[in-house]
């Protein structure tokens, strides 16, 4: 990801509404991961960026601890400044510690040029403990690429069926994967079209600046409505895919 969008992300990952959604879906399923364990999680965040979903586990001392890994130096050490424990290295040097944890996080990691999906998937299989939780989610459906990808090295977008194809082989036992952000995709789909008909991917400014306050707003409980109807019935399409998978071996 280039430098500028980390700085970015620093500075809007506590306030954005796609980011806050994001954060909060993962603490709530860690809560009940813990009181299904009763005990303490010992937890790895793949890829950690610049620290702020770690940064919001860390409110939790008595259910989590908290390491990640980030091979952007400068958003590790960023991270780091936040007094979080973070690994300025890629995921394959970890696996080499033979470490396990309870769980896994890996956040947006996968669609990222530096990533043999078939090959890293199968480092975070090794991570992850007997009875271990696997939380990830991606970037959805390729015909959403535009300028935003480009910008933090997007390569890949996974479809469902390629991402249960790609954790089924690992041995993993898939408990739920959905599209998200599904009420969202027309404004997307509009959004690049005029993006791609302006010729503008890699010059536009960053699609991660926090709107103003009251379209935030708006936008963070479209996404807390569309997560309760996703209770009930899941929808075909969505600008990401939220996948929970545990180790049974």
């Known amino acids: 990801m280039e430098l500028n969008e980390y700085k970015i992300l620093s500075s809007v990952e506590t306030k954005h509404w796609w980011l806050k959604f994001l954060h909060r879906k993962v603490l709530d399923l860690l809560i009940i991961e813990f009181k299904n364990k009763g005990r303490k999680l010992n937890i790895l965040d793949v890829g950690c960026g610049t620290g702020g979903l770690m940064q919001l586990l ?62 890293d998937i199968n480092n975070i299989y090794e991570l992850i403990h007997k009875n271990g939780l696997l ?72 699609s991660m600046h926090v709107p103003p306050r009251l379209i935030n707003l708006a936008l963070f409980i479209i996404l807390r409505i569309e ?3 996703l209770g ?4 075909p399409f969505g600008s990401s895919l939220f996948l929970e998978a545990r180790k049974f071996s």
């Open 232 to 235: 009930f019935i899941k929808l």
């Open 58 to 119: 860390s409110n939790y001392p008595n259910y989590f601890e908290l390491e990640g890994c980030e091979p952007h130096p400068w958003a590790a050490k960023f991270t780091e400044s936040r007094g979080l424990k973070v690994y300025n290295c890629a995921l394959n040097s970890l696996v080499i510690s033979k470490k396990q944890y309870d769980v896994v996080l890996c956040m947006d990691v996968f669609y990222h040029v530096n990533i043999e999906p078939n090959k």
């Open 135 to 206: 939380l990830l989610n991606v970037a959805a459906m390729p015909c959403l690429m535009r300028g935003h990808d480009i910008r933090v090295m997007g390569a890949r977008r996974f479809l469902k069926a390629e991402l249960e194809d790609l954790i089924l082989e690992t041995g993993l036992f898939i408990r739920s994967i959905y599209y998200w952000n599904s009420f969202m995709m027309p404004v997307i789909l509009v959004s690049i079209i005029i993006e791609r008909l302006q010729e503008q991917h890699s010059t536009k400014d960053s």
């Open 227 to 229: 997560s309760k109807i």
